[in-house]
């Protein structure tokens, strides 16, 4: 693509349904030009939608070793503004407009002689990129890929999966865990004991996960209750609500350091007229819950726009991952979990 803050125009070539309510949407550039991006990653898309603008962000499910083309695959979110959008109306010869690649969730980052890619719903998409990158690469790495599902009518990529299992390389163990029919012992939801069958030496393993906030809790809590080395765990969240489908990278805040030594600021929350401190190198966001107060906010990374908020006082040092785009920083905008105060602040919250 162009880079994180400058768009283009990606013209649909074909839809393909993947489940009752999946689809593969399928873009070409406009001016041809391969795409590159690492497997894993997503773009920002811009669609016009009855006269308004409106961006989302979706994982790129095609791997950078199909370059022609960028595909990312849609689950119908009921209610969701641009899911629906997509289901309905989008279709072969719409235009469209695209920022990016754009994350660092990728196996690319992360090398490794196995993995273990575990995912739910609509977070398949990262780890299918990855998965068909490995596989058009021939690489020796060990896969298990695990995809937990309501049914297994809405296990996405079957078939594909099972192709690339009985072909290798790389070696893919694919197993699916469903709430509702499929193997019994792979019936109902994650748990330790079942994470033990599918993976019996998942600890050995770099793991990637992908899916809805509690899915990725209940992940996380389960391997750091087995002294799972977290700094070989990897994930990204996938968040399909009310219509804000989104696709980010989920880690905590960190904090950057900037000049100023062990100054304290104040950041005062103008709708709300309460303030707090923060420390030199302290992201206001992290400040914020440090003092029990919530703000919206996903990656934490400065990627997905979450916490994008106006500075309506001050000045901050904002170290962002294409979170935001030059005409909204113009516009006084920053990203609360990359921006550090260089001064006392007032924000609009």
């Excluded at 803050?5 to 550039?29: I, N, Q, S, Y």
């Excluded at 669609?47 to 022609?68: C, K, M, N, Q």
Aim: hydrophobic share 35%; aromatic share 6%.
């Amino acid at each position: 693509m162009t880079g994180p803050g400058e768009a283009e125009e990606l013209v649909c070539t074909h839809v393909e349904r993947v489940t009752h309510d999946m689809k593969t949407f399928v873009f070409e550039r406009a001016v041809p030009r391969p795409f590159r991006h690492d497997p894993g990653q997503h773009l920002a898309f811009t669609f016009d939608i009855d006269g308004e603008e409106v961006e989302r962000r979706y994982t790129l499910a095609s791997p950078p070793t199909r370059p022609r083309t960028a595909a990312i695959t849609v689950k119908r979110v009921p209610g969701g503004r641009v899911s629906n959008w997509l289901h309905t109306r989008l279709a072969p010869g719409t235009a469209v407009r695209a920022r990016g690649p754009l994350g660092a969730f990728s196996t690319a980052r992360h090398p490794a002689p196995a993995y273990l890619f575990l995912s739910g719903g609509s977070g398949v998409t990262p780890l299918m990129s990855m998965t068909r990158a490995l596989h058009d690469l021939g690489s020796p790495a060990d896969v298990v890929f695990a995809h937990s599902a309501r049914t297994p009518d809405d296990v996405p990529f079957r078939r594909e999966l099972e192709r690339i299992a009985a072909s290798g390389p790389p070696r893919v163990r694919v197993v699916h865990v469903c709430e509702d029919g499929g193997p019994p012992e792979f019936r109902g939801r994650l748990t330790p004991g079942m994470l033990r069958r599918i993976a019996p030496d998942f600890g050995a393993r770099e793991v990637f996960t992908c899916g809805p906030p509690g899915y990725m809790r209940a992940v996380r809590e389960m391997l750091a209750a087995a002294c799972f080395p977290m700094d070989r765990y990897h994930q990204e969240s996938f968040e399909s609500a009310g219509g804000t489908e989104s696709a980010e990278r989920a880690a905590p805040p960190v904090p950057v350091p900037v000049p100023g030594g062990g100054a304290t600021y104040t950041v005062a929350l103008s709708r709300t007229g309460t303030s707090v401190e923060c420390a030199a190198g302290t992201s206001v966001l992290e400040a914020a819950a440090r003092a029990g107060i919530t703000l919206p906010s996903s990656c934490g990374q400065g990627m997905c726009g979450s916490c994008a908020t106006t500075l309506e006082k001050g000045s901050v040092d904002m170290r962002h991952n294409g979170g935001i785009r030059p005409r909204d920083i113009a516009r006084d905008r920053i990203l609360l979990c990359c921006s550090t105060p260089l001064e006392d602040l007032v924000i609009d919250a």
